[in-house]
């Protein structure tokens, strides 16, 4: 694009150029494989979920997730996923503009932004027995990927970086559409010599504190990489939200994470069941950097301390190394 050329314009023609090749993609493979030019060196993307974007200040901590935005757009990913309920009602569309409006630094700076859908995108449309509505709002806030008609799709961060986003809401149970897709991605993955990480995410994680419920099917996700990760030439790293606070385990050779303090409400953890962070404090708004170099993949949980007591409110209590391969 030329220099005098307006930001807008080159969002506009970049949204449809992307919009007119996932289209014709969709249209002949299923569900789109979206791509992210990667940088040279180092590539960096962001992954974090429960944002809850909305008005209604008692489900969520506006000064929190503003920060959080705010720290991640001063990072200038490659790209960002959202691991499900980015906004709190999932039928309405102001919590998509609030969304849009919190978020305008990123647009400002052309990230793109790959969400997959939580429980919360289907707010008070279950109660009404008719989804339509939720996923309508959805697929108008992100209709320049597009992902209409599909609930799952993937993206290839440049050549060695492979993502699945999934609906855990969908079933992933064997037989499934959503899971014969998934197996299906593994297998061509692996069949590709470049790709060297697979960052698989949901917003019900597959492990976590056994003291939350499970949500659906997410179990299947770690019965499925039980088996066929340690085959993969691909490393595994799936990441889920939900529960309202950052975990990490190691599962078969498979990184698996809780990334959900995006500004929802704090939710405690108990630490126990292999629990790799050993972080000891209870709140933990946070958003996972990830540093990809070569045949390393370095994650960082960037912390937001929102009491407001810390002289410096960021920190980085956590960081881990995957090698592939």
């Not at 694009?1 to 249209?27: D, N, T, Y």
């Amino acid at each position: 694009m030329k220099r005098h050329e307006a930001p807008w314009l080159r969002r506009a023609l970049l949204g449809s150029l992307l919009a007119a090749q996932c289209a014709q993609a969709s249209a002949t493979a299923g569900p789109p494989r979206l791509r992210v030019a990667a940088p040279a060196g180092t590539a960096t993307f962001v992954v974090y979920g429960d944002t809850r974007f909305t008005r209604r200040e008692q489900v969520a901590n506006p000064l929190a997730r503003r920060a959080l935005v705010a720290g991640i757009a001063a990072e200038n990913p490659a790209a960002i996923f959202v691991g499900g309920d980015l906004v709190y009602a999932g039928d309405d569309p102001e919590d998509y503009a609030t969304f849009r409006s919190e978020t305008a630094q990123w647009t400002r700076r052309e990230i793109p932004v790959f969400p997959a859908l939580g429980n919360h995108e289907f707010h008070n449309c279950r109660t009404r027995r008719d989804t339509s509505p939720c996923l309508e709002n959805w697929w108008r806030a992100f209709a320049a990927l597009p992902l209409r008609p599909y609930r799952w799709y993937s993206v290839a961060l440049g050549d060695s970086l492979l993502a699945l986003v999934l609906d855990s809401d969908s079933s992933l149970k064997p037989g499934s559409g959503q899971r014969v897709w998934l197996e299906q991605q593994l297998s061509e993955a692996n069949s590709d010599t470049r790709v060297g990480f697979i960052l698989i995410l949901l917003h019900y994680p597959p492990v976590r504190d056994p003291i939350f419920p499970r949500g659906k099917d997410e179990e299947q996700v770690q019965r499925c990489l039980a088996d066929l990760a340690p085959k993969l030439r691909a490393r595994v790293i799936v990441v889920g939200s939900h529960v309202h606070n950052y975990e990490r385990f190691e599962r078969d050779g498979v990184v698996y994470l809780v990334s959900g303090g995006g500004g929802a409400k704090p939710l405690p953890v108990l630490r126990m069941a292999g629990e790799l962070s050993r972080l000891a404090t209870t709140v933990n708004f946070h958003y996972l950097r990830f540093a990809l170099q070569g045949e390393r993949l370095t994650g960082t949980m960037v912390r937001f301390d929102a009491d407001g007591t810390a002289a410096n409110p960021w920190s980085e209590p956590d960081r881990f190394e995957i090698s592939a391969r």
